[in-house]
């Protein structure tokens, strides 16, 4: 007779049944795997309690186990580089965005352009652009900003990993882990208030509801004058997960979340020469606060995530696991934005360019309109089978699954007044009127639908890492990918509301992803290793097409990388090591002289990174991560263009960037800490000539337990000495990142 709880679970599958085209393989290897002999129920693992034991991001900053390699794995046991910042480090650094946290890792770069995360580099690659941020392991568009309120940790891959995640970017894969629901009654509220009138709340809230079920409730609320950067903030948020069947055969997660961002946008300021002969490399920042804001009062960044996921996992054994995810994804964005520029010549009071030496209080700034209006939905489903088997005399850790995605997306633009909408003019400033208050009624414009874009896309893996000898391992990987993508642009004439000129294009993909490495591993201390990795970019990445780009191939990176992981001795401290070199094969470029979008190019980089977490000694707990790349070079392109050209150094690949961060526990109730973020100089997209400046920002933190392990209050100050630095980089512009900010945070556990 069945337990009870196997009954309910079994049942319980089929809403997943979309997934169950991946059962059969899984199935299938389990058959081959799991002893005839040996009933499955007698070896289940019945943990219930061990999940209030769980370890989670909150305790350390040492990590020691991920999930971005596809079901859980020990770190020791990936053969690529995978950087963590767990939940204790942001709390401890006040890390409340995604940006926020991977600037806390090692060669991370923003390009200014777009706004919001779309425009991250990893060692110089895009990252978001091409959709490699995941949540909990399922892919989650470039579409809004996200906070971390509900983070247990994020996890940074290095490198190629197709394999692993079907179409990906060159420089590596970024997973946001969110927090479980524990077998435990534990509850926390946050209240924060900052500079420039900031006022953050949250509430985290785990109830066990039954001997193997819990619920964990979280509600995040943040306003802000400024965000030290220029821009105002304004968002909610919540999510809700359900746990039932923990540590049991059948374990089930039922997540529901909601974001909320109704934010202001600075979008940057713009570079200024010294003088009228200074040459382009002498380009420099404007001497201005880092908060100052010459947008418009009416300029606006709004948009909203939903999700909805459900997620089972069956247990076979104890050694034997499948993993299935269903996500239904809503997103909207509207953002009212414009470029900030020094007005021509002509319209300055001393009739010249501006420059550092004509700048004043009377420089005339104008005010331009980008607009970003987008609607989005996707469906994902996904499998995963992990294993540990002995099999032919030798120890495996199998890994498989498959994968379904479809993605689809709407794209809006106004129609000017000769199209039956209006045209909307901006005002401009000056430099000594920040925040003067202009405003236009962007309520006003009509809007219709440019384009819109559906693609669907399946993918199988099946991954070995297979013990051959008391110290070695072997890892090998193989995935296909099917993609599909349909893309119908909307055209309508200059000076009329119609006819509409619809222009269809259909993308096909079909692609190989391969991954090798060797791993050797003298103890349980020391890990080494070898591997190899590819990756591909489809033409549609920027989910839309073109008759420039319809028949391009895939773009293709391989990823090569030697490096090592090594704990303490009492295993609380870890470091990791790593020389890399990242390739991309065939770069896309445009030929000027037909205006096609070609496989033209090739470029790498190549250098060595490091991190370390862990405590030195009781109360003391560090946290760093560097990365050295001397080498960052076009290898080939197109001659006729102006911008990247054959052996430049690629913008957005600083030479040295990294952060340290360092925490003691003083006395039993005061904890104190401080750290170090910085990038070396490094040059805006398309290298126009200039470099922005290398910097250097320093951090503090002061914590007081006033009732110890229950009422917390902690001071953070960041970029103590107040430094003006370029934190994103465009061609004609730059986001400053954030000046001094000063918050205080009360914490109440319960």
Do not use: C
Not at 132 to 141: H, L, M, Y
Not at 169 to 187: F, Q, W, Y
Not at 413 to 419: D, E, H, I, K, N
Not at 595 to 603: E, I
């Amino acid at each position: 007779m069945q337990p009870r709880n196997r009954r309910l679970a079994t049942s319980a599958l089929l809403p997943l049944g979309a997934l169950a085209a991946g059962f059969g393989l899984a199935t299938a290897a389990l058959a081959q795997t799991a002893p005839a002999t040996e009933p499955v129920e007698s070896s289940l693992p019945i943990v219930r309690g061990k999940a209030s034991a769980e370890r989670d991001g909150k305790t350390s900053y040492q990590a020691v186990e991920t999930r971005i390699g596809k079901g859980k794995q020990e770190l020791r046991d990936i053969p690529q580089s995978v950087t963590v910042v767990t939940e204790k480090l942001m709390d401890d650094r006040n890390l409340d965005t995604l940006k926020d946290a991977l600037r806390n890792t090692s060669g991370i770069s923003f390009m200014a352009a777009e706004g919001g995360e779309e425009d991250i580099r990893l060692r110089g690659f895009a990252l978001q652009a091409t959709g490699d941020i995941f949540v909990d392991g399922v892919r989650d568009p470039a579409f809004y900003d996200r906070d971390t309120f509900f983070a247990d940790r994020v996890e940074v891959m290095r490198g190629s990993a197709s394999m692993l995640f079907g179409r990906g970017s060159t420089g590596g894969a970024v997973n946001l882990v969110t927090k479980t629901p524990r077998l435990i009654d534990e509850h926390q509220v946050d209240l924060s208030v900052a500079s420039h009138n900031s006022l953050r709340a949250v509430g985290d809230f785990n109830f066990k509801t039954g001997e193997s079920s819990a619920l964990r409730v979280a509600a995040m609320v943040n306003r802000s004058d400024n965000n030290g950067a220029g821009s105002s903030l304004d968002k909610k948020g919540a999510i809700a997960a359900y746990r039932f069947g923990i540590g049991e055969a059948d374990e089930f997660t039922l997540t529901a979340f909601h974001l909320n961002n109704n934010n202001g946008m600075n979008y940057g300021m713009p570079w200024i020469d010294p003088s009228l002969s200074s040459p382009d490399s002498a380009v420099t920042l404007t001497p201005l606060k880092p908060t100052a804001y010459y947008g418009m009062a009416s300029d606006y960044n709004r948009g909203t995530a939903t999700q909805l996921t459900g997620a089972h996992t069956h247990r076979f054994s104890s050694n034997v696991e499948l993993t299935s995810k269903l996500r239904f994804s809503d997103y909207t964005r509207d953002q009212r934005a414009g470029t900030v520029r020094f007005a021509r010549a002509n319209l300055q009071p001393d009739g010249k360019d501006v420059t550092l030496e004509t700048l004043s209080a009377k420089t005339v700034i104008s005010r331009g309109t980008q607009l970003k209006i987008q609607d989005m939905q996707t469906v994902h489903a996904q499998s995963d089978l992990n294993a540990k088997f002995k099999g032919w005399g030798l120890g495996h850790e199998l890994q498989a699954g498959v994968d379904f995605a479809q993605e689809k997306k709407q794209v809006f633009t106004p129609r000017s007044a000769a199209q039956g909408g209006v045209n909307l003019t901006k005002p401009t400033t000056t430099l000594g009127s920040p925040d003067d208050g202009a405003w236009i009624d962007e309520s006003a414009r009509v809007l219709r639908t440019a384009n819109e874009y559906t693609s669907r896309g399946v993918g199988a893996y099946v991954q070995d890492l297979v013990q051959v000898a008391p110290a070695w391992k072997i890892l090998a990987g193989l995935r296909f990918d099917h993609l599909k993508g349909d893309y119908d642009s909307y055209a309508i004439p200059a000076n009329a509301a119609g006819p509409v000129t619809t222009s269809s294009y259909t993308m096909k993909v079909k692609e190989w992803s391969k991954r090798l490495g060797v791993l050797f591993q003298p103890n349980e201390r020391m890990s080494f290793h070898a591997s190899a990795a590819t990756s591909f970019n489809t033409s549609g990445d920027a989910y839309s097409l073109g008759a420039t780009n319809v028949d391009t191939p895939p773009e293709q990176s391989i990823n090569l990388e030697l490096g090592a992981k090594i704990d303490s001795a009492d295993g609380k401290f870890s470091s990791r090591y790593a020389i890399f070199q990242t390739t991309k094969l065939h770069e896309r470029n445009t030929d000027p002289l037909v205006n096609l979008v070609v496989l033209s190019g090739k470029r790498h980089v190549a250098g060595f990174e490091m991190d370390f977490s862990g405590n030195l000694a009781p109360g003391w707990e560090v946290y760093g991560s560097y990365m050295w790349m001397p080498i960052a070079r076009i290898d080939e392109g197109i001659a006729a263009t102006a911008s990247e050209k054959v052996g430049d150094r690629p913008s957005l690949t600083p030479r040295h960037s990294g952060t340290i961060w360092s925490s003691y526990q003083l006395t039993q109730s005061l904890r104190i800490g401080a750290g170090l973020t910085a990038r070396s100089e490094q040059t805006p997209n398309r290298n126009p000539g200039w470099a922005a400046p290398g910097w250097v920002t320093a951090d503090v933190m002061a914590e007081y337990a006033v009732i110890p392990k229950q009422l917390l209050l902690k001071l953070n100050v960041s970029n103590v000495a107040d430094k003006l630095y370029a934190d994103s980089l465009y061609t004609g512009h730059y986001v400053p990142g954030a000046g001094r900010m000063v918050s205080l945070t009360g914490s109440y556990k319960f």
